[in-house]
């Protein structure tokens, strides 16, 4: 399966393993536990000498499926699952980092990884650092000081920065620190962090690797005697992925690369065409030249991804005013999905955050996030057209 192309193996990969009575597709396996008639067997597949599954919060077949596509396309040793991207989050952390440890982070990660940081780690004793998102020089000095951890997201929600994750797995690594990668934004189509050095990458399958908003799900990939340590700590603590959910995002990882080829089509023309309304202030958008690390994003991305974000001038009361005249966007939390989704992002990524928390992130309060759908673009642009020439009336008003 490794020598296969991209698509043909988030098509190929993971099913034929689980497949039964002949049918071509992986099934939802709802079954809580699984039976043995002989004590021997049972016993050898319990201790992990033999495969099968005993339980569902620790394993089950079609969840298996889903861990082996993902595993295949960040080509990855091994890859664990769980109900959530924040779970897949929460649990690697909780299984690397003890009290009296260190965790080198960016100030712009997920809103809810950005709790983790403030709010519970400190709480544990464990000493959390969170530097400038881009400043690589001020990233390198506080690794070069020791961490257990070095935590990237890259790129970020909602202003899209880009952080050079080569370099800094480089400066990792020197002081034996873990690092972890949230790839969510890129999805492995874009960016494959374990190529740049990367110790750990996650994902919330809950957006691209699905791609159609309807299950939520998460997932870690890399080195086997990682992945197992996480694994155990998810099987314990039991935030465990549905059956159902898996054979949703299985189902939707199958078109990924298409959607994601699409999204960074569509992204891309949307960064550009919102630079020419007089009520946007700024875009942005990592493919645009002019974002300030265009050139990080290029060297390490296959494609800018599906992600953007622009302020309007007057703030909130802009925002109010334009986002629900858009016919074609969902005005909503999520991102990925194969429609355009959009949200401000102190009701969306950074509802967690006060105000100043989200001025001292450099989150203006008029920030719209777009989530590029695949629809046509030339309907997403005259959407956009309209929906600005309707403010245009509202301001003569
Ligand atoms: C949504 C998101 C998460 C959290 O995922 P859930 O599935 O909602 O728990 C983590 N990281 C990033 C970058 C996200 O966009």
């Not at 750990?200 to 870690?220: N, P, Q, R, W």
């Not at 974000?309 to 925002?319: L, M, N, P, R």
Request: proline share 4%.
């Amino acid at each position: 399966m490794n020598e296969a192309r991209f698509s043909t193996k988030s098509i190929w990969a993971g099913e034929k393993e689980q497949l039964a009575f002949g049918a071509t597709q992986v099934p939802v396996v709802h079954s809580v536990s699984f039976g043995y008639d002989d004590m021997d067997e049972w016993y050898e597949v319990a201790v992990g000498r033999k495969d099968g599954h005993i339980y569902g919060r620790n394993t089950n077949p079609t969840v298996q499926a889903f861990e082996e596509k993902i595993r295949i396309l960040e080509g990855a040793e091994s890859a664990t699952s769980f109900s959530t991207g924040m779970a897949a989050i929460s649990n690697t952390l909780g299984t690397l980092l003890f009290p009296g440890d260190r965790v080198v982070s960016i100030k712009d990660t997920y809103g809810g990884t950005n709790k983790i940081f403030t709010e519970f780690l400190p709480k544990q004793q464990v000493e959390v650092v969170l530097c400038e998102t881009g400043d690589h020089e001020a990233l390198e000095e506080e690794i070069s000081k020791g961490c257990k951890v070095l935590y990237l997201e890259s790129p970020t929600n909602p202003t899209v920065k880009v952080t050079d994750i080569k370099r800094m797995a480089i400066a990792g690594k020197a002081v034996g620190a873990t690092v972890v990668v949230d790839n969510t934004f890129a999805t492995p189509v874009n960016q494959n962090p374990l190529e740049l050095g990367a110790d750990l990458v996650i994902h919330s399958a809950t957006k691209f690797l699905g791609g159609h908003a309807d299950a939520l799900g998460g997932a870690v990939c890399g080195r086997k005697s990682l992945v197992e340590a996480i694994y155990h700590y998810r099987e314990i603590n039991g935030a465990t992925l549905d059956p159902m959910a898996a054979y949703l995002l299985l189902r939707g990882m199958k078109t990924l690369k298409l959607r994601v080829d699409q999204q960074n089509k569509n992204a891309a023309e949307i960064a550009d065409y919102l630079k020419s309304f007089d009520m946007v202030e700024a875009v942005y958008y990592p493919g645009l030249p002019e974002h300030p690390h265009h050139d990080i994003a290029k060297t390490q991305m296959k494609g800018y991804g599906g992600m953007l974000s622009f302020a309007v001038k007057g703030g909130v009361d802009t925002v109010r005013n334009l986002l629900p005249e858009l016919k074609y966007a969902n005005r909503a939390a999520n991102l990925g999905s194969v429609e355009t989704v959009v949200g401000p992002s102190r009701t969306t990524s950074h509802v967690e955050c006060t105000p100043e928390e989200r001025a001292a992130m450099g989150i203006p309060e008029g920030l719209v996030r777009y989530s590029a759908g695949i629809e046509d673009i030339e309907d997403l642009k005259e959407d956009l057209s309209q929906a600005f020439k309707k403010l245009q009336t509202y301001a003569k008003n």
